[in-house]
């Protein structure tokens, strides 16, 4: 059996101390929240749902929905990339489900592999929301976990 350390746990052991940044160790999560009611709103539709900092660190992403219509798809990215925090994930036809970038789906779905993990943002960035696949109707929430500082 081994005991072992993780990056920062080693770091703050090290002698002379080797400083942990405070978005890893001791940081603050700050959350944007917003929601958008979508009536009819066409396949391949940004919305706009959070505006994060400057250097903040992306730490999670949550997405939950009424349930939108059949077929169709949601995915949450930047303008740099449109699925940096969740992939393309449908349909969202059943009322209350979620999907989260660290627990993923609520429907027991394979979660893609996720690009924003401890993203760092370089500018004050706006998170989107892509729809896909048919017309969406119905409640988006979205929480956005990040931190600065």
């Keep these: 059996m081994a005991s072992v350390k993780g990056v920062n746990i080693t770091n703050m052991d090290a002698t ?4 942990v940044s405070s978005e890893n160790a001791g940081g603050k999560i700050r959350v944007s929240h ?12 940004d919305i706009t749902i959070a505006r994060i900092p400057k250097n903040a660190t992306i730490h999670d ?3 939950k929905c009424d349930a939108l219509g059949s077929s169709v798809t949601l995915k949450v ?7 940096r925090y969740i992939g393309v994930v449908g349909t969202w036809n059943v009322a209350g489900q979620s999907q989260s970038m660290l627990a993923g ?3 027991g779905a394979p979660v893609p592999a996720v690009t924003g993990l401890g993203y760092r943002t ?4 706006d998170i989107l929301i892509t729809t896909g696949g048919a017309t969406a109707s119905g409640t988006i929430f979205c929480w956005v976990m990040y931190s600065v500082e």
């Design 16 to 19: 002379p101390i080797v400083k």
């Design 34 to 45: 917003d929601t958008f009611e979508a009536s009819s709103l066409a396949s391949g539709s």
């Design 61 to 63: 992403v949550i997405v």
């Design 77 to 83: 990215g930047d303008s740099g990339d449109d699925d």
């Design 105 to 107: 789906s609520s429907t």
């Design 122 to 125: 370089t500018a004050e960035t």
